[in-house]
């Protein structure tokens, strides 16, 4: 029990220094702007783009393309955003963009507006981090599956 109270605050530790890191290299990349709420409000656009990129992307790859490769290359980017958001415990921009332009909901606060669930820190990263695992859990079992298939097909 003392080991696991002992990581805790190492975790947030990383996680803060990552985080303060990624808001530094975010105010470089966007030198020219000095106002926090247009930083904030690039890196929100930013994020959403990634994230909409993303789902084009998977759609591509499912009704366009029957590339593996691309398929694998996808899997290892969505993987990467995975491992940040256990370690983390949160996206890391999705950490940032509410301290930058000051009052901000994110999508899943939304979402439990809807619900009448009073959104809290916690409530919205465990949502997040099950949203994201339930993705990863089906990309690895696609990717298995898509896996064993070119296998019998080469044997």
Known sequence: ????????????????????????????????????????IILQMCHHAFFYSMMVWY??????????????????????VWIQHIFARICLFFNI???????????IDNILHIFHITPSKDISHG?????SSLIMVMLSFELLSRTIACIKHFI
């Open 127 to 131: 949502i997040l981090l099950l949203i």
């Open 1 to 40: 029990m003392a080991e696991k109270k002992n990581e805790e605050p190492e975790i947030k530790k990383i996680a803060e220094y990552i985080q303060h890191t990624t808001e530094t290299a975010i105010r470089c990349l966007i030198f020219w702007e000095s106002d926090d709420k247009n930083i904030g």
């Open 59 to 80: 759609i591509y790859l499912h009704t366009f393309s029957d590339s593996y490769l691309q398929y694998v290359l996808f899997c290892c980017i969505f993987f990467l």
């Open 97 to 107: 963009e509410p301290t930058l332009p000051g009052n901000y909901s994110s999508i």
